[in-house]
Structure formats: C-alpha cells, structure tokens
C-alpha cells in the first residue's frame, strides 16, 4: 500500500465568519496568534485585519491566508458574511510561508476558491474512509490555487519599517513560549535594538494601534481564552501572563473587558449549559 495514503492528517474545520468568532468580537477582533492555519473567505460585506501589526481592509471576494503562529486580528461589521477554514500545520500542506491577502476580482476565481472551501468542509463532515486524507487533498489544491492566483497581484515591497513590524509581532508570538510573556513594550524594543518611541510610532503609522496596545490585545485575548474556554483561575492565568499580582490582573480584566475574571467565567460556563440544552 502507499506509504502516504496511511497518514491519518489531524482534523481541521470549517465555519462561517460568525462561527468562528462564536458571536463574540473579541475572538477574531484582538490582535493575537493561533496554533492552526487559518483561511478568511470573505463573500460579502466589510472587514479590516491587521496581520502582523499592518492594517488593510477587506471587501466582497477577498481572502487571508493566515499561517500559525501568525499575529492578527480581524473585525468584521454584521453584514459581514464568508467562511473560514482552519487546517493544523502538516507536511502535506504547502501552506504560505508568510500572510497572504487577496482580492480575487475574477467569478471563475471565486467560484473555484468557494469550491475548495465546501470540498474541504464535506470531507471533514464525512464519515467515509480516507476523508480526513481527501480533506488534505482538497486542501493542497486550494493552496497551489493560491499559489498561483498570488502571481498576478502585486507584491508590496519590504522595507525597514516593515521588517521591524515583522520582528516584533514574531516576538510577541514567541513570549506565549518563552519566559518573556508579561514584557513590557520598552522591553520588545530593547530587544528588537529601537527605541520604544519609534516601534511605537511604527506600528501606529502601520495600524493605528501603539505597540503598547498591541500588547495589550495580546495579552487580553489570552486572558479571556483562559478564563472563558479554559476555566482557570485568575490567580494562576495572572502568573502564567506575567502580572505581578492576582489583583493586578482582576483590575486589567475589568478595565478592558467591563466584567470581573470570575464573572466572565460563569458567563462562559452558562452559555455553554444554555447551548447544551
């Protein structure tokens, strides 16, 4: 038997913009990085992403190729309508190296994309033999599509200010992993060897963001994933993200997020039961 016909590819999923988000803006809306590739295939309405800490927006027929580990944000107004696709990073996957957005002006061009996306969507639904494996070939073709579609559109070009956007937002990424999470913006522009005025002055001419409230997206985001999906307690997200105290944390959580830790987690808990039933 083929050897590669044997590789069980780990699951991904398809859902709608809205799905994704689970109805809540800050889900997709906070500037933050995910574990899975992630595609947004926007079919209607507006939207703006910020992908690494460069801000552009989004119309009918465009799509974002998000690779992991990426940092981004994406808000969508509520005639926002389109589909996403999130696909674990694997060998059999030639996904972009680098963010990819495109404007895919062509009918041909977005009814391909369409198809792929619902090719992959049936296959991940399927309980037949091997769909996980078509779900990844559905996927592949998507990608060399992409690929190729990426050819005809033009390339903006990489300077200083964007390498450096680059470099900060792969270092925010790499605090969920190293023993710098909780560090200051001063801190990422000592070690990005900028002065905090100029990142700053960067990424708010880039986005509109500040460096600073990039950071704290970031760390907001995980915050609330950790209360809200995870269940943990204030006292231990507090450590894990860098605060210096438990209260620290309680007063950043209700600052920014109008609601105590604990009642953002028995909001969670409740919606959760209420969607059970």
């Known amino acids: 038997m083929n050897i590669v016909s044997d590789i069980q590819p780990e699951i991904g999923s398809v859902a709608t913009i809205s799905q994704r988000a689970r109805s809540t803006a800050w889900r997709l809306g906070l500037f933050h990085a995910r574990a899975q590739h992630l595609l947004i295939w926007v079919t209607r309405g507006a939207a703006r992403c910020n992908v690494e800490a460069q801000s552009s ?3 009918s027929h465009n799509a974002l190729f998000v690779p992991a580990g990426t940092m981004f944000s994406f808000n969508f107004e509520t005639s926002c ?12 996957l030639d996904w972009p190296d680098s963010p990819l957005l495109l404007r895919v002006r062509e009918p041909k061009a977005q009814l391909t994309l369409t198809h792929y996306v619902e090719a992959i969507q049936t296959e991940l639904l399927d309980a037949e033999p ?18 190729r579609y990426q050819l005809h559109q033009t390339v903006p070009r990489e300077d200083a200010a964007r390498r450096l956007l680059k470099a900060f937002c792969a270092l925010i990424a790499q605090s969920e992993r190293s023993n710098f999470e909780g560090a200051s913006m001063a801190d990422f522009a000592a070690k990005l060897g900028v002065t905090p005025t100029h990142l700053t002055r960067v990424c708010k001419t880039a986005c509109g963001f500040t460096a600073a409230e990039l950071l704290t997206q970031h760390s907001l985001q995980r915050a609330r994933r950790m209360l809200e999906d995870d269940g943990l307690k204030a006292v231990d997200i507090a450590k894990q993200l860098g605060f210096s105290t438990p209260a620290y944390f309680t007063r950043f959580i209700k600052t920014h997020a109008s609601a105590t830790p604990s009642e953002l987690r ?8 209420a969607a059970a039933r």
């Open 57 to 59: 927006a989004m119309s």
């Open 81 to 92: 309508f389109g589909q996403t696709v999130a696909l674990p990073p694997s060998p059999l």
């Open 130 to 147: 091997k769909a996980r494996l078509a779900a990844v070939a559905h996927a592949q073709l998507m990608m060399v599509w992409a690929h």
């Open 266 to 273: 028995n909001q969670a808990k409740a919606a959760r039961l």
